[in-house]
């Protein structure tokens, strides 16, 4: 079994409107990533197979170039991206409802152990400081973009 972190969510929208999240890539650069990231993409092709080439801008002026390429895509139930670049992981995002709100599940499975227990220590925060400003965005879903 490859190492994973997993988290989940009860996230204030339908199903629906999370997906649209994810979709749309204006929305998407919104919250993706930590606190006081933002996001430059260069390629958006949310399809199976598609890629998806982007750049993280740390709030400390690094900048972080990402590959991804989009694996699964089941409108408004899952999301599987595999990140090519280093480090090598793939993170399944699964959308479940819950009446009007959504029960989002995050597995981030990386394909090296040793890698995985190095950036445990940052990437638990970061992910839930990426759940936290994909919460925000849909608490005011009617401003975002």
Not at 79 to 107: K, M, N, Q
Request: charge should be negative.
């Amino acid at each position: 079994m490859k190492p994973a972190l997993s988290t989940e969510r009860l996230l204030p929208a339908e199903p629906q409107v999370v997906f649209a999240a994810f979709e749309k890539p204006g929305r998407l650069a919104c919250w993706w990533g930590p606190d006081g990231f933002k996001n430059t993409f260069e390629r958006f092709e949310f399809e199976p197979g598609g890629r998806w080439t982007f750049t993280m801008h740390g709030p400390n002026g690094v900048d972080y170039p990402n590959e991804s390429t989009f694996r699964t895509i089941e409108r408004d139930r899952r999301v599987v991206i595999e990140h090519v670049s280093a480090p090598r992981f793939t993170l399944a995002v699964t959308l479940a409802p819950r009446g009007d709100h959504t029960l989002l599940s995050w597995d981030q499975v990386f394909e090296d152990a040793e890698v995985a227990a190095k950036l445990a220590p940052i990437c638990r925060p970061a992910n839930e400081q990426n759940l936290d400003r994909l919460q925000a965005l849909l608490a005011g879903a009617d401003e975002a973009p």
